[in-house]
């Protein structure tokens, strides 16, 4: 079975729209949500019931999962690379609790793009506080790679006329 | 019927259903089985649709969480600090991709205990060999820390 949580409930900042990521594991772990302008593209979610540990926290097993959704698609944005890159290395420091209510976002970093590798790095911030601190490494798959039609799933790119810097 | 019935067939002997209450994180995700027997302690769970990513394999993130838990559990158990005890850094290597129907197990080895921290190793495998490698750094509370209670296990 896979829980469906309504986007709506997360009430997400102005100009955050929802993440379109099919039925995964993305679907019970989000919802989460995007905003792009011409030159940045920043990925958020709220912290609800379903993300918090046996204290009422936020799971340490959830950060990580936004930590490496963000860097993940925050790197392949930025890169201009639209296939699946799968994470070969994630290094995490929390910095802080997450509380039920707060707002996360992730603005990734782009340190390097490899023929075959990208490197990137994001601090998330909890209601604009330091939350948690991210490095990864992604592979650029040489073949066979699963692509992603970036301008359908998010179509605030193309509206806002969204210019990769890396690229 | 007995306990152990209520478990799926597919699960491998000495694991117990770990019966989280409530909507949180560990029971949207699960289920998730720990085995502690004979100084083993290991957690488990089996692959399904639902813990994968869009390209149709295990979620790197499902494999985080589950890393994550074994590093808790594992230096809780193995070096009986009966605390919660919050991450404070992680690393992760992914060794190997997991499909669907695999069953995947996490291994904690402690190295040190401080007076405030832990540190641990972990190691989650399938049948095919190591999946996910990571280290963990845990924080021991100065005072009770924060109030919870453990999960009942079913089976």
Known sequence: ?167 | MNEASALPADIPPGFRLIAWEGVTFNSTNGPFYLKHEDGDVALGFRVEQRHCNPAGILHGGMMMTLADMTSGFGTSIKAGIDKFMPTVNMTFDFVASGRIGDWVEGRCEVLKVTRSLAFASVMLTTQAGPLLRASAVLKIPSGEGLRWKRAPLIG
């Open chain 1, 1 to 167: 079975m896979i829980a469906r949580f309504d986007p709506a409930a997360a009430n997400p900042p102005p100009g955050f729209d929802p993440i379109r990521h099919g039925e995964n594991f993305n679907s019970h772990a989000g919802p989460f949500f995007y905003r792009a302008t011409k030159d940045s593209f920043v990925t958020g979610f709220r912290i609800m019931a379903h993300h918090l540990n046996p204290v009422g926290m936020i799971h340490g097993g959830m950060s990580v999962v936004f930590a490496d959704m963000s860097l993940g698609l925050g790197l392949a944005i930025k890169c201009d690379v639209p296939i699946f890159t799968p994470t070969v290395n994630l290094t995490v420091d929390f910095l802080a609790g997450g509380k039920l209510g707060a707002w996360v976002e992730s603005d990734v970093k782009v340190i390097r793009r490899t023929r075959s590798m990208l490197f990137g790095e994001t601090l998330l911030t909890a209601d604009g506080t330091p939350f948690l601190r991210c490095s990864g490494v992604m592979k650029i798959p040489a073949s066979n790679a699963m692509h992603f039609d970036y301008g359908a799933l998010f179509p605030q790119l193309k509206a806002v006329g969204y210019q990769p810097p890396a690229s």
